[in-house]
């Protein structure tokens, strides 16, 4: 804008924090900048930056600062809402259970009263029927992994489950070998397929074909526990006899640790000592405008120049970070050198699958031990990032599955499932409803997303396409519908399996 008296109107981006700076015509003079103008609008906000000379030097005394004409929308409304009306869902459906029980009691107590003799014979049937359930194998299946399905946390989990009754039961390695290969192979490609496909993208073409994904992670991470509890020379838990029997899971399994331990020393050395081109040694940011746009083309550091390296561009072209930072450069947050970390978390999972198994039926043992491991990885956590947001050691970051980023997932992951055991499988105050349903068939759920996402009734154009209220009502909409589907599969007993 020219000096002297004006104004002029701009439309600004919301989602972040964003620093203004006002200059001279010529760019030769700033009169105002960082941090007085470092501001966080909100949307559908009307605002004014107020720039004013001072009466002496106008260079000098410039005075800037920004007012609020309009009132901007309370965009976490909806959210809150949202929050309320589940919670009354879930009361609803703990508290009328009860009031049907006390009807059903208040019945039951009316009948005593009129007919004795009838009562007497119903309620020796119904002791037979009671007998004889209890005569019946319960199910030693621990509801509280189908409730938190926390991916690759629980796949480490379930691997360690499942392994060790399918070796007890007397299946062979190769068996194993066989059984984990094909089920990885299937994994790598359904993830393949349905990652390059939707009906907006039409003919497949090399141009953007995405090698990489979300399965693909999982299915490697799979692999490679598998294989690690497949070659484990524990068929049966030895007894605890001995003075490390309370921290048996970690001393038993002691090869297991070193291979972690040596994959961690890799990532840590790549990441930090690999040189890359015209980046920083160790650089961890996102690029772009980012640091002052000092490293424009070196999006993800080390892990990026890796995936380019291997795989050219047939990775993601539209990370999260691009949207903040207007990146270039592509980047692919289920990357090769980010699935190290995978395997990590994974193994981590496994800790929790040699608790359950080690201290077996010891509840409190099991508690105790879940507890233990949150703090450490806890610790772990805190000491990395130094309990920043974006800074310290090793920053938590997702995008690159960063060791601070694990170990704040297995502390989140171990403390939730603790819980969760103890309320569904411990005291049994939950049955897990309604997670369990789409977590009973979690792939089912997920490839019937990917295929039918794009299509009503899971979702439709908007009307709105401001308004968070139908953002979320369509989100709401089509987790319920999944959430049903499921429900009726497990009413079928239909559960998909590799």
């Known amino acids: 804008m020219e000096a002297g008296p004006g104004n002029v109107s701009v439309v600004v981006s919301t989602p972040f924090t964003l620093t203004l700076k006002v200059t001279s015509v010529n760019g030769s ?40 004409d309009k009132t901007p929308n309370d965009t976490y409304l909806p959210l809150l809402v949202a929050a309320l009306v589940l919670a009354l869902l879930a009361f609803l459906w703990v508290c009328v259970p009860l009031l049907l029980r006390c009807t059903c009691m208040s019945n039951l107590r009316s009948l005593m009263c009129c007919n004795r003799s009838r009562y007497s014979i119903e309620r020796e049937e119904a002791n037979t029927e009671a007998c004889v359930d209890q005569d019946r194998p319960k199910s030693s299946r621990l509801k509280s992994l189908d409730t938190f399905r926390g991916f690759v946390f629980i796949i480490g989990t379930s691997v360690m489950l499942a392994f060790n009754s399918m ?50 992670r999982l299915g490697f991470t799979y692999f490679v526990l598998s294989l690690m509890q497949t070659f484990s020379p524990y068929r049966e838990i030895p007894p605890k006899i001995r003075w490390w029997s309370p921290v048996q899971d970690v001393v038993l399994y002691w090869p297991e640790w070193i291979f972690i331990m040596l994959l961690e020393v890799v990532w840590l ?13 160790g650089y961890l940011g996102a690029g772009g405008i980012g640091d002052n746009g000092l490293y424009p083309n070196c999006t993800g550091g080390a892990a990026a120049y ?43 999972g496994m800790q929790a699958g040699k608790i359950f198994l080690i201290f077996r039926k010891m509840n409190w043992n099991i508690m105790i031990h879940f507890t233990i491991w949150t703090i450490i990885l806890g610790i772990l956590a805190a000491i990395l990032s130094k309990c920043t947001r974006d800074e310290g050691f090793i920053p938590v970051n997702k995008n690159l599955w960063s060791l601070s980023y694990v170990a704040c997932m297995g502390c989140m992951s171990f403390a939730l499932l603790g819980v969760i055991y103890f309320v569904v499988d411990v005291k049994g105050w939950w049955g897990g409803q309604p997670f369990i349903y789409p977590g009973m068939n979690s792939i089912f759920v997920y490839v019937g997303h990917s295929l039918l996402g794009f299509y009503f009734p899971f979702s439709w154009e908007m009307r709105f396409q401001d308004s968070h209220w139908e953002q979320l009502f369509q989100s709401l909409w089509g987790t319920a519908l999944w959430i049903f589907i499921a429900y009726l599969l497990y009413r079928k007993h239909f559960f998909l399996k590799i």
Request: charged share 15%; proline share 8%; with cysteine.
């Open 306 to 348: 890796i995936d380019r390296w291997l795989l050219g561009d047939n990775i993601y072209w539209y990370p999260t970070c691009k949207a903040m930072y207007r990146t270039t450069v592509p980047f692919d947050p289920e990357g090769v050198l980010g699935t190290i970390n995978s395997i990590v978390l994974g193994f981590i």
């Open 167 to 216: 070796r007890r039961k007397g299946v062979t390695r190769p068996q194993l070998l066989g059984k984990l290969t094909w089920r990885t192979v299937v994994l790598l490609l359904i993830g393949f397929c349905f990652i390059n496909y939707s009906p907006r993208d039409g003919l497949l073409s090399w141009s953007w074909l995405r090698i990489p994904g979300v399965l693909q």
């Open 29 to 68: 003079s700033t009169f105002c900048s960082h941090p007085s103008l470092s501001y966080s609008f909100e949307e559908a906000g009307h605002y004014s930056l107020w720039v004013r000379p001072g009466d002496t030097n106008l260079e000098l005394n410039v005075t800037c600062f920004i007012s609020v």
């Open 269 to 281: 050395c790549v990441t930090f000592l690999l040189p890359v081109p015209n980046c920083p040694t």
